[in-house]
Nanobody
């Protein structure tokens, strides 16, 4: 699976961005796709993930109610809609995919085999 993340940029606090993750080599509706982020000097952390195109979408507590994961199967692309952005959301955002990951492991980065290149989100006034 090849993943291409895009959509990052500079946004003011309270603003919105939508990140995209275009996949090739595998249908996104059949794999688990996750979003992670890494701020400078910090470890990569879980943001959101959807398990194999099903109804199980999990969010980190820090983004729950502000971020929304979605898929467009026709475009083989997943999205992360980010609203009410805060300065602490500033990070490089990565999408990741895996075909075999179990639901209880989808918050853990090391369980994902495929990663996109990352897209930088900066929230600042």
């Amino acid at each position: 699976v090849q993943l291409q993340a895009s959509g990052g940029g500079l946004v003011q606090p309270g603003g919105s961005l939508r990140l995209s993750c275009a996949a090739s080599g595998r249908t996104v509706s059949r794999v688990t796709v996750g979003w992670f982020r890494q701020a400078p000097g910090k470890e990569r952390e879980f943001v959101a993930a959807n398990h194999r195109g099903g109804s199980s979408t999990l969010y980190a507590d820090s983004v729950k109610g502000r971020f929304t994961f979605s898929r467009d199967n026709a475009k083989n692309t997943v999205y992360l809609q980010m609203n009410s952005l805060k300065p602490e959301d500033t990070a490089v955002y990565y999408c990741a995919a895996d075909e075999r990951i179990i639901l209880s492991s989808i918050r853990t980065a090391r369980h994902y085999d495929y990663w996109g290149q990352g897209t930088l989100v900066t929230v600042s006034s």
